[in-house]
């Protein structure tokens, strides 16, 4: 039994029927509405640490390019690659340092000049004549939707089961007899299983504590002031087609293409939360679109079609938290930042994890356990990072 239908849960009810198990996903809402569909679903190890995190966020996006051809990845699998543009001096030597510590690391990464920058991306503005400008040719973006689509209907042709709606919204979790676990659904029903994983992204605290294990997931609360955990996405179109084909980073945007010839915007300074007006979201969703308007080609016709907050499913030291709960063992949690770079790989682990044999080595460093009886430090990422 998998809780959740986002990226992570759809990806590891796949690979647990790819196991041979006989796998029921549950949502409360359609299959992909929660967080991942407002994703910036950049698939990267551009600037993680420490270095076993980085390693698996790496190995994230080699697990995506081998998953892609069986699950037609054309739908939603775009290779893009990624530009990024320092235009301060702290910038300047932030990036170059940040290119030298990757390279070293075995991570597609150099310095490029604006001539290559121009023929990688024909559509980029080059705001500053010397801005430092990377190329990081492994990095990727994800199209959510159509992904998860194509992975909740592989599931389901390989037997398993999607509840949605009130049959898919978990009320409660206990442990029966021979700790055999239950869940009990808003319609009534009560379901048993061999395993429960719950990827219920921002909402697995709350899973947690219907099992009795409250504070062993510990995520930034989104609903403190000032807090990193919301943000805002916005959408904006048409795109001419001599549009952007890139990820790309500046100081002020975050960009990236769209379906439906959409660009997806995010930005580092936008302080937001989910009780933000509707009138102050679109002003700072125009103030979005004009910088992009000063980054890239393409956009004369555009107007904003979504402004979106949106809230990171954060854990309180940045790192996954993966495995059985400390005090309510019976339940598996997945929660995760970058869920859409770690799907594919933190789901083949998990599997891997799940069947009988030796726990994975790879999950160590991400077991709940690691917060019992210690004062938890909250940080906070980059945009989209
Ligand atoms: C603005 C923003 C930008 C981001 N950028 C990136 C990026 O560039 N790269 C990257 O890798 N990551 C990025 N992330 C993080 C990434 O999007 C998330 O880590 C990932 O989407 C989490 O997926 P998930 O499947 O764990 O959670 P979700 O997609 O939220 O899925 C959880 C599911 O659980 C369901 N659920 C909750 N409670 C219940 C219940 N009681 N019963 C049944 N179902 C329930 C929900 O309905 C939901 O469908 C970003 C996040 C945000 C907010």
Redesign the pocket.
């Known amino acids: 039994m998998v809780?959740?239908?986002?990226?992570?849960?759809?990806?590891v009810a796949v690979r647990l029927a790819r196991a041979g198990m006989q796998v029921t996903l549950?949502?409360?809402?359609?299959?992909?509405?929660?967080?991942?569909?407002?994703?910036?679903?950049?698939?990267?190890s551009n600037d993680k640490g420490p270095r076993p995190y980085h390693d698996l966020?790496h190995a994230?996006i080699r697990a995506w390019a081998e998953l892609a051809p069986g699950l037609d990845g054309a739908a939603w699998y775009r290779p893009a690659g990624n530009l990024e543009l320092a235009t301060s001096d702290s910038g300047r030597a932030e990036l170059s340092a940040r290119i030298d510590r990757l390279a070293g690391w075995g991570y597609p990464a150099r310095l490029i000049d604006a001539a290559e920058a121009a023929e990688l991306e024909p559509a980029l503005l080059l705001p500053d004549p010397a801005a430092t400008i990377a190329w990081f040719p492994g990095e990727a973006?994800l199209l959510?939707e159509p992904l998860i689509e194509r992975l909740v209907a592989y599931l389901t042709s390989q037997g398993g089961t999607v509840l949605t709606g009130e049959p898919?919204?978990?009320?409660g979790l206990n442990a029966g007899p021979g700790d055999t676990p239950r869940i009990r659904?808003?319609d009534g029903a009560v379901l048993e299983a061999d395993e429960v994983v719950c990827?219920?992204?921002?909402?697995?605290p709350?899973?947690a504590a219907?099992a009795g294990a409250a504070d062993t997931v510990p995520l930034v609360p989104w609903d403190t002031p000032g807090s990193p955990?919301?943000?805002?996405?916005v959408r904006v179109g048409p795109v001419t087609p001599q549009g952007p084909v890139r990820l790309i980073h500046t100081p002020q945007i975050?960009l990236r293409p769209h379906s439906g010839g959409l660009l997806h915007l995010?930005a580092p300074d936008m302080p937001v939360d989910l009780n933000t007006p509707e009138a102050e979201l679109n002003r700072l969703a125009g103030e979005l679109l004009n910088r992009t308007r000063r980054t890239v080609r393409s956009l004369d016709q555009a107007r904003v079609v979504a402004a979106q907050v949106?809230?990171?499913?954060l854990p309180a030291d940045e790192q996954s938290i993966v495995g059985r709960l400390p005090g309510a063992e019976w339940l598996y949690v997945?929660?995760?930042?970058?869920?859409?770079?770690?799907?594919a790989h933190l789901s083949r682990l998990i599997a891997a994890d799940l069947a009988p044999g030796a726990p994975s080595a790879e999950l160590a460093a991400y077991r709940p356990g690691r917060f019992a009886g210690t004062a938890v430090q909250i940080t906070g990422p980059a945009?989209?990072?």
């Open positions: 809780i959740g239908a986002g990226v992570l849960g759809a990806s549950l949502d409360q809402d359609e299959p992909g509405h929660g967080t991942s569909r407002w994703s910036f679903a950049w698939v990267n966020n994230g973006y959510t898919g919204r978990v009320i659904t808003a990827c219920a992204g921002r909402w697995t709350g899973l219907l955990a919301p943000a805002l996405v975050a995010e949106c809230v990171r499913p997945a929660v995760t930042h970058s869920g859409v770079t770690l799907a945009t989209g990072r």
